[in-house]
């Protein structure tokens, strides 16, 4: 299995998830299991088939997340001296050529990517375009929306 980028807090997310499931909804889907075959006949019992099928999400939730924890590369990205490259971790403020926006992305794990909280994936158009790129450089994306060029304004590594 090859290894998963995951930055310290990402990981710690993944590890709260994995405890969650582990000591509040495994427990749970137990216990609606249980009060399920209670009812009887379970051919024809619905709350027995839900909660079977919860049980089957839930299990495999938390092998998914076993997986990824136990092959994690972790970065801690205030530890990262890449010389104000953008790397795995750091995280960027842009500049649009086009219209001068200015956007600050952080470059994620792809398990860890939200663009509301402006995380993208390393694996996005946008991260594979910065990687390697210092201040002053222009990232040309080949996005859906057509050729997109973005200044590097900033790297920090925070």
């Known amino acids: 299995m090859s290894s998963v980028p995951l930055t310290l807090l990402g990981a710690e997310k993944l590890r709260q998830e994995l405890h969650n499931l582990k000591t509040v909804e495994r427990p749970s889907v137990i216990a609606a299991i249980a009060e399920a075959r209670a ?75 939200d663009i509301r909280h402006r995380k993208i994936s390393i694996s996005s158009p946008i991260a594979r375009a910065l990687i390697g790129k210092s201040v002053g450089d222009v990232a040309e994306v080949r996005a859906p929306g057509g050729l997109r060029e973005y200044e590097v304004v900033e790297v920090q590594y925070i």
């Open 39 to 113: 009812q009887g006949d379970l051919s024809e019992n619905a709350e027995y088939d839900a909660a079977k099928e919860r049980q089957g999400f839930v299990e495999g939730r938390i092998q998914d997340l076993e997986g990824k924890l136990s092959s994690a590369q972790i970065i801690d990205p205030k530890t990262i001296n890449a010389g104000g490259r953008c790397v795995f971790g750091s995280t960027v403020v842009l500049e649009d050529v086009n219209d001068g926006d200015v956007v600050t992305y952080q470059i994620v794990g792809d398990d860890e990517a």
